[in-house]
């Protein structure tokens, strides 16, 4: 039924190959400033600093997800589940503008620019401001985005734990950074899907296929987003905005431009997301950040100075993983080892020297939307239940690692 919305343009992907852009409101979309500006930001924040071919960006991303958002409705329809042509629009309008949000450096610097922000509320925002502008032709979009239509199947497939987002990402982010463990068989899970009572089913046949994905998302984490240089680099990109705001409080001059000087000496709230503010958030993407921290390396400030250096020269922090939480007198220690090495001072030295953690969990079992599986019998499981694999049951455990960053120079002799 895919003659039902006709193409207009064919983007050549290096991933899916030839995406089709349907006529009218899709394209209409894509050409906005607010989506245009996607291809400014790029998917994958620093990470291009350990894989170099990690240069794609949050806008080839989302077309790639309307992609298969596509290939999942049309197998949808050929397994004779009804779904109409506004809701068919609707779900690849949905999934077009689900990181429509997000702001410079991606994930990095998400609390940072509005502190307490989340990209989902942005991305929300945008999409009413959007809608208005469309005259009411997203509405059901963003019912669907919010999970507040009555078919849940939709909302499952922009935003769940098979949705088109992460099919989309694991596959891209693994063909630009090269590593081979996020391939997994995308269109074999599609071919699978199906709906029962308005929730999205997987059909028995494709269990393993399922757990692949999985076990491939968990893997990814480790490997690419949650690599311990990548992490170094973003975090000493927090800092650098930190130390900013800092210099700020303390009434020291800092180079700012009228856009993200906006956001800096202004108190903006995640829950005061008027016109002026979005407008104003529309103007980010990754080259102001870069562009400020290649002014802010010869600042007079020590502080500022060393970590955008360290950032520009990608002189990173060296990142240390345990199972345990670091001690206090640990980091302590640290600090003190540095501010003797150095001119800094211990206050100045938690900029460099300092502990956290990140956490990493592939499947989320006992969540409101578990993926579940149809057995030709009509008996339906979810995936832990389902699979004859216990390693399901452990991947459904959060993995929580303790990190220390510190300076080279203390590295153990």
Request: with cysteine; proline share 3%; net charge neutral.
């Amino acid at each position: 039924m895919r003659d039902t919305i006709k193409p207009s343009k064919i983007i050549n992907d290096p991933v899916h190959g030839f995406i089709e852009v349907p006529r009218g409101t899709l394209l209409s979309l894509i050409d906005t400033p607010a989506f245009q500006r996607l291809r400014r930001i790029k998917q994958l924040g620093q990470s291009s600093m350990v894989y170099p071919g990690a240069m794609h960006t949050r806008f080839n991303h989302a077309l790639g997800a309307m992609h298969l958002m596509r290939q999942a409705l049309d197998v949808l329809r050929r397994k004779k589940v009804d779904i109409s042509k506004k809701e068919y629009k609707a779900a690849l309008i949905a999934i077009l503008m689900h990181d429509l949000g997000h702001g410079p450096f991606s994930h990095a610097l998400e609390h940072v620019i509005i502190p307490g922000l989340h990209h989902e509320d942005m991305s929300l925002a945008l999409m009413q401001q959007l809608n208005r502008q469309f005259k009411g032709k997203l509405s059901l979009a963003i019912e669907m985005f919010e999970d507040t239509y009555e078919r849940k199947f939709f909302h499952q497939l922009v935003s769940g734990q098979l949705d088109m987002d992460r099919m989309d990402y694991l596959i891209r982010d693994s063909f630009f950074t090269g590593v081979a463990e996020g391939i997994v068989g995308i269109d074999r899970i599609i071919k699978i899907l199906n709906v029962y009572r308005d929730e999205l089913v997987c059909e028995d046949k494709g269990i393993y296929s399922i757990e692949k994905f999985i076990q491939s998302r968990r893997l990814m984490y480790w490997q690419v987003y949650l690599h311990k240089a990548a992490l170094s680099a973003e975090y000493i990109a927090v800092n650098i905005l930190r130390r900013v705001r800092a210099l700020l409080e303390d009434e020291q001059e800092v180079f700012l431009d009228d856009t993200l000087g906006f956001f800096f000496r202004n108190r903006l709230s995640p829950d005061k997301l008027d016109e002026h503010v979005m407008s104003r958030y529309l103007q980010l993407d990754d080259t102001d950040i870069e562009y400020h921290i290649k002014k802010w390396q010869f600042h007079p400030d020590p502080v500022l100075a060393d970590l955008c250096q360290r950032f520009l020269s990608r002189k990173l922090l060296k990142v240390k993983l345990q199972n345990t939480p670091f001690e206090d007198s640990e980091v302590e220690a640290l600090r003190e080892k540095f501010t003797r090495k150095s001119d800094f001072s211990l206050a100045d030295a938690s900029y460099f020297v300092f502990s956290g953690q990140v956490s990493n969990q592939a499947y989320f079992e006992n969540s409101k939307q578990p993926i579940m599986i149809w057995f030709k019998n009509g008996e339906i499981k979810d995936l832990a239940s389902a699979s004859d694999m216990g390693n399901v049951h452990a991947l459904s455990e959060p993995v929580v690692k303790y990190y220390l960053c510190y300076p080279e120079s203390l590295r153990e002799e």
